[in-house]
C-alpha cells in the first residue's frame, strides 16, 4: 500500500472515531485530558490534513468531507438528549479542518517543489 492509500485508510478511520466521539453520550466520549476545543481542532485539523494527503487533487471532494462533516456532527448532537450542539465548537471543528486541508496542501507543493529540483539536471 502506498503513502496516499494509507492516509486514506486512516483518514477514514478518524472519520469513524470523529463520528463516535461526536455523537456517543457523553460519559462514553474518548478524551485525551486536554482542552475540549485543542482536542477538537486536532482532530479536525489531523482529518483535513489526511484527507487532502489521501485524495490529492480533489479538493472540492476533500473540502466537503471535512466541513460538512464538522457541520453535520455538530447538527446532529441535537438529537442526543445529553448532548448539544454549539456555534462556538462548530467554530474550532471548521478552523481546525481548513488549517489541516491548507497544511495539506503546502506539503503536497512542497514536495512537488523538491521532487521538481531533485528531477532538474542542474
Excluded at 496516499?4 to 485525551?32: E, K
Excluded at 489526511?50 to 438529537?79: D, H, K, N, S, W
Excluded at 471543528?93 to 496542501?105: S, V
Aim: proline residues 4%; positive net charge.
Amino acid at each position: 500500500m502506498n503513502f496516499r492509500g494509507i492516509a486514506s485508510l486512516l483518514a477514514w478511520l478518524l472519520f469513524s472515531v470523529i463520528a463516535y466521539s461526536t455523537l456517543s453520550p457523553i460519559d462514553l466520549r474518548p478524551h485525551i485530558g486536554t482542552w475540549v476545543h485543542v482536542e477538537r481542532f486536532g482532530a479536525f485539523g489531523l482529518l483535513g490534513l489526511l484527507f487532502t494527503i489521501g485524495y490529492p487533487g480533489r479538493l472540492p471532494f476533500v473540502i466537503m468531507i471535512v466541513l460538512g462533516t464538522a457541520v453535520g456532527f455538530e447538527l446532529l448532537q441535537v438529537l442526543s438528549m445529553d448532548r448539544h450542539a454549539r456555534f462556538e465548537d462548530l467554530m474550532v471543528k471548521l478552523a481546525g479542518g481548513i488549517c489541516g486541508i491548507a497544511a495539506g496542501c503546502l506539503l503536497a507543493r512542497w514536495l512537488r517543489r523538491i521532487n521538481q529540483n531533485a528531477n532538474y539536471p542542474g
